[in-house]
């Protein structure tokens, strides 16, 4: 069926009109029946033209990131401790896709990563590579 994407328990129907969607989601419920499957209702959305799934946001036109996350790591306060470092990196890497140039604006930070102990050191190099990250997340 190239009208789903399923993640674990998560299913994701694509469909181009209101008909469409409702020929897909016969389709889905005679194969689920087939196999035995049950869904919960009340985790369902049907018809949505706009849905959070997976920390996206999916739309019609596209693909987005989460506003939240994208404030999130717009406000992330500076790393102090390679955990902090790591767990921004995460943030930001999750959302590569969106950031022209990701990897080359990160590569600097996980090469502190591998250079420091616990503590960060910080300059005006890296400090501009981690603004670098929070401005391209719009």
């Known amino acids: 069926m190239d009208f789903v994407f399923a993640y674990l328990d998560d299913v994701l129907i694509f469909s181009s009109s209101r008909e469409e969607h409702i020929r897909h989601l016969e389709t889905l419920f005679k194969r689920f029946q087939e196999y035995g499957l049950a869904i919960n209702r009340t985790k369902c959305q049907f018809g949505k033209s706009l849905i959070e799934f997976l920390g996206y946001q999916i739309l019609r036109d596209g693909i987005l990131p989460l506003p939240d996350k994208v404030n999130i790591v717009q406000n992330f306060p500076k790393p102090d401790t390679a955990q902090a470092l790591r ?4 943030l ?7 950031i022209p140039n990701a990897s080359r604006i990160l590569r600097p930070l996980f090469m502190t990563l591998n250079t420091q102990s616990k503590s960060i050191i910080w300059n005006n190099e890296k400090l501009a590579y981690i603004r670098r990250s929070q401005d391209n997340t719009d």
Do not use: P, S, T, W
């Open 92 to 98: 930001v890497n999750f959302y590569h896709r969106f």
């Open 87 to 90: 767990e921004f990196i995460g």
